[in-house]
């Protein structure tokens, strides 16, 4: 293993800092202002490029089992309804049907969800500039998970930074920078490209696996506001990760979620939360290698700003 030292603690951002790195990205993401934002580095080309990073044929789920029972990072649960037969009815004889019903909250601490690019209303706009009145009470008019209905299939790199640093995950509060992210990529000789749909690991999956659910509204490890250079450099098409992205308490300056509003309003990047890759990086370890085709299928949702999702990563 490669062990990298963490840095001291990138510094706090203040307003001023945030909104010109906010506009810095803004200008040099103008070629994803589209609908489909960043998506549309996507190309056949790439698409066809990345099934040829499929060597075994092995597919493995990116996605956290959805979860019904309450706990300090889910306090409102998906609900699951069998509603298919009745207590007392005879299906000893003839033809009978099991049925289910679910509701949840997309955007939860816990769920593995893509945020669609109307997820995120900045000083009262989404992406692109569109009017935020575009989104109400009976959904959003514009730039709805719908942008997405064609599923996104790319080219995926996982980086793995507690790997990287040597341990089995980050602290909350912890920050991942654009240094971190150039250093895993030497540690695991990969090079992140124009389309890719990447993946960050902090280890939250697995400290929650290992020490119990917390408060990951309040504390949790993810990405530092200035690691999207790395991303607007690479001109990615995707970001994902185990976590929210966004570390908390925030580092920035009256703003709560610093890197959903760059990488969602400024930069186009459909973003997924909450991901799991504890099945995917002993794979990506034993074969050494770390990109691999990726096919993530949001729902049929019109007027939604996001979707329950389970990406799969071809091996």
Do not use: K
């Amino acid at each position: 293993m490669v062990t990298h030292a963490g840095p001291a603690g990138p510094p706090r951002l203040t307003r001023d800092e945030f909104g010109a790195l906010y506009r810095s990205l803004l200008a040099r993401a103008a070629w994803a202002a589209g609908d489909r934002g960043a998506l549309d580095a996507i190309t056949p080309a790439r698409v066809l490029a990345a099934a040829r990073e499929v060597r075994t044929g092995r597919t493995v789920t990116l996605a956290a089992p959805v979860e019904t029972l309450p706990g300090p990072d889910n306090p409102e649960p998906a609900r699951h309804r069998m509603s298919g037969q009745r207590e007392g009815d005879d299906t000893a004889s003839g033809l009978h049907f099991a049925m289910d019903s679910f509701a949840m909250n997309v955007h939860g601490d816990a769920d593995s969800h893509i945020d669609a690019l109307c997820h995120v209303i900045y000083d009262g706009t989404l992406h692109g500039g569109v009017p935020a009145s575009s989104v109400t009470a009976g959904g959003a008019t514009a730039l709805s998970i719908e942008a997405a209905h064609n599923g996104i299939v790319g080219r995926g790199v996982l980086l793995d930074i507690p790997r990287l640093r040597g341990v089995p995950w980050l602290e909350p509060g912890d920050h991942v920078t654009a240094d971190d992210l150039t250093a895993a990529e030497t540690a695991q000789q990969v090079r992140v490209a124009e389309g890719d749909l990447l993946f960050v690991r902090v280890g939250h999956r697995r400290r929650r696996a290992e020490r119990g659910a917390w408060h990951a509204a309040s504390t949790r490890a993810g990405l530092h506001p200035s690691a999207l250079e790395f991303l607007a450099d690479r001109r990615v098409a995707v970001l994902g990760g185990d976590g929210n992205n966004d570390t908390a308490p925030s580092s920035t300056e009256g703003v709560d979620f610093p890197v959903h509003v760059l990488a969602i309003h400024a930069m186009g990047l459909h973003l997924l939360d909450y991901l799991q890759f504890e099945d995917l990086a002993p794979l990506c370890e034993a074969q050494r290698r770390w990109s691999f085709l990726c096919v993530i299928a949001p729902l049929r949702l019109p007027d939604a700003t996001g979707s329950p999702v389970n990406p799969i990563a071809v091996l």
